[in-house]
């Protein structure tokens, strides 16, 4: 198990820590304490946002789908 490559991974999900690609579709979760500018939760796939969903106790859960920016 190797770390994330920082020059090839736009940023990682925020469960299973695997990298989000530049260019690459990930999810985020629609409720604002997830979106915090210094505490951003980013989901490789709709399972692992299901998975942060009970510690969070979020009341009206939801998630939206986004597509990091491309490679610099
Ligand atoms: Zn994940
Ligand atoms: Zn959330």
Redesign the pocket.
């Known amino acids: 198990m190797t770390a994330p490559d920082p020059t090839t991974a736009w940023s990682k999900c925020s469960v299973c820590k695997k990298p989000i690609p530049y260019g690459g579709a990930y999810l985020k979760?629609?409720?604002s304490?997830?979106n915090r500018k210094r505490f951003q939760?980013y989901f490789c796939s709709d399972s692992c946002?299901d998975a942060?969903?009970p510690g969070?106790n979020?009341r009206n859960?939801g998630y939206t789908e986004h597509l990091a920016p491309p490679h610099a």
Do not use: E
């Open positions: 979760c629609v409720v304490t997830c939760l946002w942060h969903n969070q979020h859960p």
